[in-house]
Structure formats: structure tokens, C-alpha cells
């Protein structure tokens, strides 16, 4: 950009207000996992956790499936709802692990709840005798035999499928069920806000995240590893197997060929300043592989801090994140943040001039703010706020729009 023409401007401390402020740290952030049908929330709103506890199980292999008439009064044994409902005690198409699971705690007998915990996994522990008890309804966790999926079961025994029921059609419930369940630990520690099946888990969250533009993979922990980086970027031979278990930052942009390697080498999660479209939809494609094959495998995050403009990791954050090398973060997707326990970090200095350009043809770049150049007339015609630059390792000053910078806050 050049400058045409001068105009009279407000003095320095006006200029600083017209920059825009970003925020390095949100406090408290409030975090979500959502769920598909047939997955269920192992914890209650209130509920405090910590981090590695599980909230919900998800069911990979969920399809519909017919799990009969679920009368809560005929499985339960009441021979007058039956008679009301004009069928008999024992409904054939009622499930006989439905009738088992609503019974009263102590009609249970103690080697039946070890059987059905062998079958199907334990019993959820926050099931309580009036939510045994309460009627089916969409969201409800169901469990059912193989019979359901068209499967017999004549000469070998019966598997058990788990889900949530979904609706109810002319007395018979549907349900999106599957045979596999994977458990979902939490990232991080917090007080969980909302939890309901099939919808979400929303945990508000201890301590302080860095937030990000763009996330993709699944939720992951693990310790911050902050490598010498050349030229902003790190090379993809530098993500060997010394730093599996780590949250690697990568630099300026993440290539296909590091999260590829990352994957490999059992590292738990990338950080850079912007990543590409491309590299986001292999990440996705091998993710419905690996869920598709129904192999566990370690959860992997990925973060771009700006987007997918190539840009380097602005500097105040970088010194953040080294002050931080060694610890313990976690990586969200819902929404993109970094979380980790701020209490005991010192904060960078941050001067208060320090700015970065944001847009444009200077994106990325950082210096310090001397003073505002008031209205000028642009190349492209245009009449914008102009401010007065000048760029790290230059002697020279650049004059840009307001409306390109941006300034940091704490």
C-alpha cells in the first residue's frame, strides 16, 4: 500500500482503541462432546470430574434396530397393566433384558447383574431405582439381544446389543443399537452442566484455554512439547517416537505428511498457526476408517490458532506456550481451545504497543505501533484510518489500516 495524501488523526493513546484486541486467555471456558444416537452420557449435571473420567460411551457400530414393546407395568411383573394394555404377562416382543434391567434393585438376583455384566459391561452406576423404573423414552438407554438385528442365535449364543431407543411406532420402539461400546474419558477437570444421551455432554471447564480458529480429531491430553522450530515451521522427521504422548507444536502450518507421522507415532496432538482444507479432510477420511474398523486407537487433536491463512504463531503466544513446555494441556474441539491450568504459569510480558497485522498483504507480520497517520487515501482509492508501523528487523515504517491490526490482551 502507498500513501497518497495526509490527514489530520487522533493522538497515540486514541490510536491504541482503534486496534483491534484479541484474547490470548479465556478463563472457565465452557467445553462440549457431542453425541450421535446410541451413545449415552455416563455422568450428571453437577457432577464434578477430573481429568481421565469417564463421561459417555459411544457406540461405533449403532444401526436401528426393532426393540419391541417395552410396557413398563408388564416388565415389571404388574399383571393389571397387562390386562389393560388387552395382551399378555409376558409380551413376546418385549426384551428380556428390559424387563430385567427396570425390575426393583432387590428382585435382581446377584449372579443375574454378574451375567448381564459379563454380556453387556457393568451396570450404570448412576442408575437409580426411579429411573429403572420410569417409563421408555426417546434417549433411554435400551439393551437387547441379537434376535433384534435378524440374527437367531440357534447355534451359537446370542449376542447383546446396547443403544438408545429413538422413537416409538404403533406400540414398538425403535433403537439405534450397536454390539461395540467405546468409553470417552474427560480431557480435562470441571463441573459437568448438561448430559443427555445421544445429544451432549457440556463441561465447563477449570482453569484457563488459549483459543483457536480451527480444530479437528478428537479430544486429546497430553504433555506440551515446544521443539526448536526452523524458519517458524517444524520439519515432519522430527515427530519420531520420543514424543509419543506429546502435544507437539508444529509451526506456521501442518502438512499431511506430519499429521500422518504424528499419528503413526502414537503423538496425541498438533498445534499450529493455520492448517489447510486439504490436510482437514484426509484427517477426517482416516478417522471414518479407524472408526469404521472398530480398532481402539489413542485419541489424536488437532489446532490451528488463525485459520487457514498461512501465517506463523504470533509471538506472545508462542512465548505462552514455552512457558508452558512440560505441562499438562488438553485439546478441545468443541469449541478450538488449548486448556491447561494457568495458576501457577507466569505470564509473559506483553508490551502494550505490540501489534500484528492480521489481513492483507502484511498478514502474519508483527511490530510495534508508533503513531496514528489520521485518514488516508489508498492505492485501491479507499480513505481508512491509517496507523504508522514499524516491523520487527526493519528500520523503515509501514503505513497500514486500522482495520488490518491487531493488538493482544491477557
Do not use: C
Not at 386 to 398: H, K, Q, S, Y
Request: net charge positive; aromatic share 4%.
Amino acid at each position: 500500500m502507498s500513501v497518497v495524501e495526509r490527514r489530520s488523526g487522533p493522538d497515540f493513546a486514541s490510536a491504541l482503541a482503534h486496534v483491534a484486541t484479541r484474547r490470548i486467555l479465556v478463563f472457565s471456558p465452557t467445553i462440549h462432546f457431542r453425541l450421535s444416537p446410541g451413545d449415552r452420557a455416563l455422568v450428571a449435571p453437577g457432577d464434578s470430574v477430573s481429568t481421565g473420567t469417564p463421561i459417555a460411551e459411544r457406540t461405533p457400530d449403532a444401526e436401528s434396530v426393532d426393540a419391541g414393546r417395552l410396557d413398563i407395568e408388564a416388565a415389571s411383573g404388574k399383571n393389571g397393566g397387562a390386562a389393560r394394555a388387552g395382551r399378555p404377562t409376558q409380551d413376546a416382543g418385549t426384551s428380556a433384558l428390559w424387563r430385567e434391567g427396570r425390575l426393583e434393585a432387590g428382585e435382581i438376583l446377584p449372579e443375574k447383574r454378574s451375567q448381564m455384566a459379563t454380556k453387556v459391561g457393568p451396570w450404570p452406576s448412576g442408575t437409580a431405582r426411579h429411573e429403572r423404573r420410569r417409563p421408555p423414552e426417546p434417549g433411554k438407554w435400551w439393551v437387547g439381544g441379537g434376535e433384534r438385528r435378524g440374527k437367531s442365535g440357534k447355534n451359537r449364543p446370542v449376542p447383546r446389543v446396547g443403544g438408545t431407543l429413538l422413537f416409538e411406532k404403533q406400540g414398538r420402539w425403535r433403537a439405534a443399537a450397536g454390539e461395540h461400546h467405546q468409553i470417552v474419558e474427560s480431557p480435562v477437570a470441571g463441573i459437568v452442566r448438561e448430559a443427555r444421551n445421544s445429544v451432549e455432554v457440556t463441561i465447563e471447564a477449570a482453569g484457563a484455554a488459549i483459543p483457536g480458529a480451527i480444530a479437528a480429531g478428537e479430544p486429546s491430553r497430553g504433555y506440551l512439547d515446544v521443539p526448536r522450530l526452523t524458519d517458524g515451521e517444524l520439519w515432519a522427521s522430527a515427530l519420531d517416537v520420543g514424543r509419543a504422548g506429546a502435544i507437539v507444536v508444529a509451526g506456521s502450518r501442518i502438512s499431511a505428511q506430519a499429521i500422518s507421522r504424528a499419528r503413526a507415532m502414537s503423538i496425541r496432538g498438533l498445534i499450529a498457526g493455520s492448517v489447510g482444507q486439504g490436510e482437514l479432510r484426509d484427517l477426517e477420511a482416516s478417522e471414518l476408517r479407524q472408526k469404521a474398523s472398530l480398532a481402539p486407537s489413542v485419541p489424536f487433536g488437532l489446532i490451528a490458532l488463525d485459520g487457514h491463512q498461512r501465517r506463523p504463531i504470533a509471538t506472545p503466544v508462542l512465548a505462552l506456550l514455552a512457558a508452558l513446555s512440560g505441562r499438562e494441556v488438553a485439546i478441545v474441539t468443541d469449541p478450538p481451545l488449548l486448556i491447561f491450568d494457568v495458576s501457577e504459569v507466569p505470564l509473559p510480558e506483553l508490551p502494550p504497543d505490540w501489534i500484528r497485522v492480521r489481513s492483507g498483504i502484511h498478514a502474519g507480520r508483527e511490530g510495534r505501533l508508533l503513531d496514528t497517520a489520521g485518514l488516508y487515501r489508498f492505492r485501491s482509492g479507499v480513505h481508512l484510518e491509517a496507523a504508522i508501523v514499524r516491523f520487527v528487523d526493519e528500520t523503515d515504517t509501514t503505513i497500514l489500516p486500522f482495520a488490518d491490526l491487531e493488538r493482544f490482551i491477557f
